[in-house]
């Protein structure tokens, strides 16, 4: 609490620090036909060329001195529009875009123009909603963390696997927002789908270089999600029926032009053919899967200067194995439940404040039952976080950015239960762990000259784990030893620093810019896997007394060049990563039981480092878009306990990483998309020898992660039909044939994921068989392949 | 309580389709491997055998040339050093054909053809007893491998019984109660064996079998009585599948309840998690621990037995 207190105080001598000296030119910038804030749209002074870029709430703020100017207003998709204005005083400017039929392509060049190589930020990048919708999905479902595993540097965990990876960190690196509220788990189905529902979403923005001081507590990247606000004109209805699952949005105004509401709930309906497919005479009978996701937002103008949004997701995916014949059964339940409140308030044209409250639950849970055996597991994370972040707009050479934010965490790493038939197990108590996070940041996004733009940041983070809180003291695993009892309130282990970061821009004239950044992170979470692929039995842990936090700092630099008048951008990016205090289990650990035990007791520290080159070129006009991207990358863990403290590769050190993405406009009717994968094939432990004992065959595994995977490689299609959006009547006053726009819009996506039946590894496993003695013996090495050629097809309508 | 965990892992192989690859798997060693043991009222037994790599030929043949003979093998009961003698298949003396055939798991007309080697101490001059520590030596090529074991207090189940399965009328598990003594670090070790005659009057079973997880500590049970119950481990060809892992009713059990030193549990629990896990990538890769020092894999273990018989009568 102290820090909340000290950043508040913080934050205001800041505000009174800086002077006003030029009119401010400020607003937002709404989508006519939705009345939409717009995110990422530009306002500039044609003939100054100074301008702004609207944050995420659509606001934007610069100054220009006192005169006539000409100002654009301009944003992806939508038509520009010009403003001539005679400059006496601060100056706010709303402005609602519409557009019309002009050709889309055009009009994002405009829009687009120059942000890539002027921006200084590094390894950002921007996924437009409505380009991803075009290209192929996995069974129909459009994911937006497939897409990005597309992107150079971004990697997928496995086949299907939503986990993602970048620069070579874990995927407990990345900040995974959800307007502002984090999300722990943002996979479904074991994470073959991602819980953002495409039409809920409005914005989708990842940063893995050189990450900006208002984000903090994460060490690889951030990936901030935006829900759509909802239509505050009139009311609509969208969805999609597709192969697994289907989708339903409605949104409209709560009063026209004030405020508006969008609900969104998504579902699959697997259980409902499982239930066909297995008859009740099945040992299998009852085994079912499904899950359900809901997004809802609601936003209102109390006034020219202030906006309110409340936003939640809820979402469970319940998984159901029967086996009668075993008399086993096992129920796994998990999901997350995300909440957030904002406030906007525009103090004066030069000084916006966003403050939000957050809430994230997080829970996880394994039931199983085997005769008269009940054994079940329990994981949850829950987060109350409150945050205010400052934008100050003081002149056109700097921007400035600063905040403070606090999280109180409520761990449960693991709370096991069991009992057999009427007699209950002692599993020991349920171990809670609380933690507070806080920080304070300040950045300046300074313009040296038209040429040179530095970012600086600076953020201090604080992490303090309170009691109350039973630490078994270890000096051999097996052993319980003396315990130390924590009382409520009582601080057991304070943490914190300062975490510098810096990135700066040099603007060539021939369209290119040269970027370099150097950041430096603290994460107070980790994330300990006991699986070779990313599960939701992975577990989520904190930093306790003795689990200290990860730290890591990244130095990145590139070139940035536009080619071909701009039809093109392309860059070359190259980073290196060094990584602190990441965690394994230890060889064998089981995180099963707490009796006389703490997680982070089976956990084991180590180091991480990583670099690579980053290649990208993407086509951003015409009718054929899409990009090229490819990584050169070497990922390594040193682990004093494991491999004899030798460095090795990480299960997701891919020494190559192509993707080829396409989309092609055939005409108003079809669209058609492609996506070509190769990677160089996962890392995994497998046995290098065996031996018998007693006469069991006991395999002795290889060093960690020494043996590699095939190469992955897929190619997958997808093709779009838009079902007609005019129609031709008779205009009964003239009788002559007109053409209206329909109400009712709808289309067909086709696609088929895998279509040259490429049986990529998923992973190995050394299979025995057989009898040693009879001679029939025999020990083989198998791929686990999930996914073959799998068509989809869904139907898409909004009216 | 571990297996159950492991359940999970095999669950997301629903859609998946299998196929058999030969990929390149580094850091094959070949090291020595100790399979000995000393339980109370018996002499020390040890078998020595090569570790092969994964891709190393199966047949009976490259198996059983994997044991080995002419090692020095040396036991300390913590007063006098012991030599056990080598006692090879091929020189047995007539009457023990079966007994090595049962020990190397090779067929009893083919012992003789083979050279394969154990050490023990067949006089009498040294056996196992409770309280005692044992100290291996083995000398091999040059290189000395050492290991400890300890025959510690056995801890005799309060009572054993037969209980029919749901639903059954003919076949069930063996039920046992235990009170586990105060104090972390007992750990118990679980065999059975039917001796009730077949129809040529041989016993059912000629030998005790672990059953699934046989091992278990007092982790969850210290100093407190409770009830628990196993399956049949005997993989008996004959029995029909429906009654795999049933006692039938008319079966009369032995149960061979052992208590085990803390490094020799350790041995066997993670050797029963490899078995259970059986190579999958949804669990760390287990290694099966070892007690033996100087590079070799294996245990050097000392078993304080106690049994039971159970009449298998609903």
Known sequence: ?799 | MKKIFYLVFILPVVFSCTKEVKIDIPDYEEQIVVDGNIETGQPPFVILSRSKDIYAPTDLNSFLNGFISGAEVYVNDGTTTYQLDEVCSDELPPGFESFAAEIFGVPESEVSNYHLCAYTKLDGSIVGEVGKTYTLTVNFEGKTYTAETKIVNPTPLDSTYFKLANNATDKGFSYAQLTDPPGFGDSYFWEAKRINKNSDGQEKDSYFTPTYAPVFDDQFINDITFEFYFENPVRDPDLPSEYRGYFKVGDTVVIKFSKLDKDVYEYMDSKYIQLQSGGSPFSTPTNVKSNIKGGALGVWAGFSPSYDTIVCQP
Request: hydrophobic letters at 35%.
């Open chain 1, 1 to 799: 609490m102290k820090s909340v207190i000290v950043s508040l105080v913080f934050c205001f001598f800041l505000n009174v620090a800086f002077t006003q000296k030029d009119l401010s030119i400020s607003g937002y910038i709404y989508d006519a036909k939705s009345g939409e804030s717009i995110i990422g749209a530009k306002v500039f002074d044609d003939s100054l060329k100074v301008g702004a870029v609207t944050n995420t709430y659509g606001f934007y703020s610069f100054t220009l001195p006192p005169g006539l100017h000409n100002i654009i207003f301009n944003a992806f998709g939508l038509d520009p529009q010009n403003i001539e204005i005679n400059l006496t005083k601060d100056t706010t400017i709303n402005i609602n875009l519409s557009s019309t039929d002009l050709q889309l392509d055009e009009v994002q060049v405009n829009a687009n123009k120059g942000e890539f190589i002027k921006s200084s930020q590094l390894g950002q990048i921007e996924l437009e909603v409505e380009k991803i919708k075009t290209l192929p999905a996995f069974m129909g479902e459009v994911d937006i963390i497939k897409t990005i595993q597309l992107l150079p540097g971004v990697s997928s965990a496995s086949e299907g696997g939503q986990g993602f990876y970048v620069r070579g960190g874990g995927p407990d690196q990345n900040l995974v927002l959800l307007d502002e509220a984090t999300v722990y788990n943002a996979s479904h189905l074991f994470g073959f789908f991602s819980v953002f529902n495409v039409d809920a979403i409005k914005s989708v923005n990842l940063i893995k270089g050189g990450m900006p001081a208002n984000f903090g507590g994460r060490l690889s990247s951030v990936l901030e999600v935006n829900m759509n606000e909802g239509n505050n004109k009139s009311f609509h209805i969208k969805g999609g029926i597709g192969a697994i699952a289907s989708r339903l949005t409605f949104e409209g105004p709560l009063k026209k032009d004030k405020g508006s509401f969008i609900v969104s709930a998504r579902r699959t309906y697997i259980d409902a053919i499982m239930k066909v497919a297995i008859s009740d005479t099945s040992p299998f009978f009852g085994t079912s899967y499904y899950f359900y996701d809901m997004n809802a937002k609601f936003n209102y103008k109390l006034g020219p200067k202030d906006k309110i949004f409340l936003s939640g997701y809820y979402g469970r995916d319940q998984f159901i194995y029967a086996n009668k014949k075993d008399d086993f059964s096992v129920k796994m339940p998990w999901g997350n439940g995300i909440a957030s409140a904002r406030w906007n308030h525009v103090f004066n044209p030069k000084l916006f404040l966003n403050t939000s409250l957050t809430f994230t639950d997080y829970q996880f849970s394994f039931g199983s039952n085997q005769d008269e055996f009940q054994f079940k597991l329990q994981s949850g994370i829950r987060d109350y976080g409150a945050k205010m972040d400052f934008s100050y707009f003081p002149n056109n050479r700097h921007k400035i950015k600063y905040g403070a934010n606090y999280t109180f965490h409520i761990y449960t790493p693991t709370n096991v239960s069991a009992k057999q038939d009427t007699i209950v197990f002692d599993t020991g108590e349920i171990q809670r762990i609380l933690g507070h996070e806080s920080g304070i940041y300040i950045m300046d996004e300074f313009a040296v000259n038209e040429k040179l733009l530095i970012n600086a940041g600076l953020r201090y983070s604080m992490y303090q784990h309170t009691g109350p809180f039973k630490r078994f003291v270890k000096d051999d695993i097996s052993n319980p030893d003396s315990v130390i009892q924590y009382n409520k309130g009582d601080l057991i282990k304070s943490y914190g620093g300062f975490e510098p970061r810096l990135s700066m821009r040099y603007l060539f004239k021939n369209y290119s810019s040269f970027k370099a950044g150097y950041s430096f992170n603290y994460q107070y979470v980790h994330l300990a896997s006991i699986s070779a692929v990313s599960l939701p039995t992975d577990i989520w842990y904190p930093t306790t007394d003795i689990a200290k936090p990860e730290q890591g700092f990244q130095i990145s630099a590139g070139y940035f060049k536009e080619l071909f008048k701009n039809k093109f951008e392309g860059s070359i990016e190259v980073y290196y990563k060094g990584l602190n205090n990441l965690v394994e289990f230890k060889d064998g650990a089981q995180p099963a039981d707490n009796v006389s035990d703490n997680t982070d007791n089976l956990l084991t520290y180590g180091k991480g480092r990583s670099y690579g080159a980053e290649f990208f070129l993407k086509k951003i006009s015409g009718n054929l878009t899409g990009w090229v991207g490819y990584t050169w990358a070497k990922t390594e863990r040193i682990f004093a306990e494991i491999n004899d403290g030798n460095p090795f590769p990480a299960k997701y050190d891919r020494r190559h990483d192509l993707s080829i993405v396409g989309s092609y406009k055939l005409n108003e009717r079809w669209t058609f998309g492609a996506a070509f994968i190769f990677a160089t094939g996962n890392t995994l432990t497998l046995p290098s020898s065996y031996y018998t004992q007693d006469g069991e065959v006991v395999f002795k595994f290889g060093s960690r992660n020494s043996t590699r995977m095939a190469d992955y490689h897929r190619l997958d299609v997808s093709a779009t039909w838009y079902c007609k959006t005019e129609k031709t009547i008779i205009n009964p006053e003239t009788g002559e044939n007109i053409t209206v726009k329909k109400k009712f819009k709808s289309n067909w996506s086709f696609g088929i994921y895998n279509i040259y039946n490429r049986a990529n590894p998923y992973f190995l496993y050394v299979d025995n068989d057989g009898d040693l003695l009879k001679g029939d013996f025999k020990i083989t090495v198998k791929q686990v392949t999930l996914f073959p050629i799998i068509p989809s097809v869904t139907w898409n309508f909004e009216f």
